[in-house]
């Protein structure tokens, strides 16, 4: 259950922690006092988007932190699952904003994201306020309440279904594309026997592709290279009158005369004759690189060929010649299909057949499910309907055939007529504030025992209503809250009169700051915060005597 509430500088909540307790727990205040600011608190604890505007003026952050007590081992699965510490089945939950723009969230004292947080809070807690009742009115949500109250057994069979779906969409899938390739055959034949022997013959071999581009760049400059190798040669072996060759021959001739008188001198012919070696080689090596750029325009024809046929292909048929390749086993991998279609198509027809059987079968198996939970979960809804004022109420659940989905064949909807003689409709077309309030509130009555969150939040579920129908909303909250934690911002007396703990929320000012505060009230101090809600501004003690017969009525509905 939730346990404790702590707020700070959050929009006019400086300074705020609040206990809760088992049964029910009610929060009145006078409109403005700040009721919706204490809830959205709550909200921007449990992940919701909030701004940076809530934090209250003058301060560099807002902080909201929530305790839940007595979690139970669902949640404590779920908190091993996101590697998150457990505290003896206590999980924080907290929050700090901060002006700068920054979200920080943690649970139980680790920093998570806001997913996280959403995930294990949605076991924890439930709000229900208006923006819910709303979403009654989407036709789209009634399967999954139908589903819902179906419980593990329509549960399996939706896991039955969905896994056939998937095959099913995807043979699909595949036979729509065969019977199209199927009526494209005979063309397709011709380009697919093109496109594959074309990259075949191609006879491309891996890495190619650089190397021709390097000996491309290389013969692209042939001229200008041999031209620099024939200078060079020109100074070290061909050139008219002395060259570095002839040069360095007759230094070796020169030392070889003096050389034996003299270790040092011997050591400089060494030398001389290895530079003499070295220039030989040079120039034997250069002679030969000139005499292979003699051929080179027929050499960068060929290379300049080969190129252009290769960036040809990979033009028609992908990016690089990996895919160019790639390309070409598609092809001839449909070509060896298209060789034995009939067979191929026949296989998948069948295959396709099957399993629209199978699928059927489990789709219709879940249809019949839900037609007998319809059923039940129609009468359970009209009797809490019943309790809660609606005088000769009809309630239908009604499920008609559509295309087949992950969700079986079915959809949902809930038709309803709340007085005597009217043609009943879609709920949509139906229902006012105040009926999607009590219509609400019947489905938690009749999810009590399926449900297993253990706190639930009602936001005003009293708008459009009074009276006799307000006392038995109050006695039907009464009755959820015996087996769970209910919060409820109520305007109503008869609803507060049912309060186990009461809490009032106020907005005071001392003309230079506004501030709003909680204040869990007493016996006596509930009565009077009936007395106001009864009686307004004047409270006498006629009111106040009728307030205090209320708590008295209330006790005796427990």
Not at 129 to 142: C, D, M, P, T
Not at 214 to 242: I, M, Q
Not at 315 to 330: D, N, Q
Not at 366 to 389: F, G, H, P, Y
């Amino acid at each position: 259950m939730l346990q404790s509430l702590r707020v700070n500088n959050f929009a006019l909540i400086e300074e705020l922690e609040v206990t809760f307790e088992d049964g029910l727990n009610i929060l009145t205040g006078e409109t403005g006092a700040g009721k919706s600011i204490l809830l959205g608190s709550i909200q921007t604890a449990l992940g919701a988007k909030t701004s940076k505007d809530v934090i209250r003026n003058g301060a560099e952050s807002a902080y909201v932190e929530i305790v839940f007590e007595n979690c139970g081992e669902a949640v404590e699965e779920e908190l091993r699952k996101q590697d998150l510490s457990t505290d003896d089945g206590s999980v924080t939950i907290s929050r700090k904003l901060t002006t700068a723009g920054k979200s920080v969230s943690r649970i139980n004292g680790e920093t998570v994201t806001a997913a996280t947080v959403k995930e294990v809070a949605s076991l924890l807690l439930e709000i229900h306020g208006q923006q819910e009742h709303h979403a009654l009115l989407n036709k789209e949500r009634h399967l999954d309440l139908l589903d819902r109250y179906g419980g593990e057994q329509v549960a399996k069979q939706k896991e039955t279904v969905a896994l056939l779906w998937q095959q099913y969409r995807k043979l699909k899938g595949e036979l729509l594309q065969a019977r199209e390739d199927a009526t494209n055959k005979n063309r397709d034949c011709s380009y697919l026997e093109f496109a594959s022997r074309e990259i075949a013959e191609v006879a491309y071999k891996p890495g190619e592709i650089d190397t021709l581009e390097r000996e491309f760049e290389r013969l692209s400059h042939a001229k200008a290279l041999a031209g620099g190798v024939a200078g060079a040669l020109s100074v070290t072996a061909d050139g008219a009158g002395e060259t570095a060759d002839s040069l360095m021959n007759s230094a070796i001739r020169s030392l070889s005369k003096v050389s034996m008188y003299d270790a040092e001198a011997e050591e400089l012919l060494s030398r001389a004759e290895e530079i003499g070696a070295l220039l030989s080689d040079f120039n034997r090596t250069a002679g030969h690189y000139l005499e292979s750029l003699s051929d080179s325009e027929e050499e960068y024809r060929i290379v300049s060929e080969r190129l252009d046929l290769l960036n040809r292909l990979k033009s028609k048929y992908g990016k690089t010649m990996e895919e160019v390749l790639a390309y070409g086993r598609e092809c001839e991998e449909k070509l060896e299909r298209y060789a034995d279609y009939d067979a191929y198509l026949e296989r998948l027809e069948t295959e396709y057949t099957a399993v629209e059987y199978k699928l059927n079968e489990v789709c219709t198996r879940l249809s019949e499910m839900r037609e007998t939970v319809a059923e039940d979960l129609s009468k359970q809804i009209k009797s809490a309907l019943s309790e809660l004022n609606f005088l000769e109420v009809r309630f239908e659940i009604r499920l008609e055939r559509t295309d087949y989905s992950v969700n079986g064949f079915d959809t949902a909807e809930f038709f309803i007529a709340t007085n005597p003689g009217e043609e009943i409709k879609p709920l949509i077309k139906v229902a006012s504030g105040g009926e999607l309030s009590r219509i609400m509130l019947a489905l938690k009555s009749v999810f009590a025992d399926r449900d297993e969150i253990p706190t639930l939040i009602f936001d005003e579920i009293d708008t459009g209503i009074s009276g006799r129908t307000a006392q038995m909303v109050s006695e039907k909250m009464a009755m959820l809250s015996v087996n769970r934690q209910l919060l409820c911002i109520t305007h109503l007396p008869q609803i507060a009169a049912m309060a186990d703990t009461h809490f009032l929320i106020e907005k005071t000012t001392d003309g230079v700051k506004t501030v709003t505060k909680i204040e869990r009230l007493a016996e006596e101090r509930s009565v009077e915060e009936l007395a106001r809600m009864l009686g307004g501004a004047t409270i006498t003690e006629a009111v106040l005597e009728n307030a205090r017969e209320m708590k008295v009525l209330a006790a005796s509905k427990k």
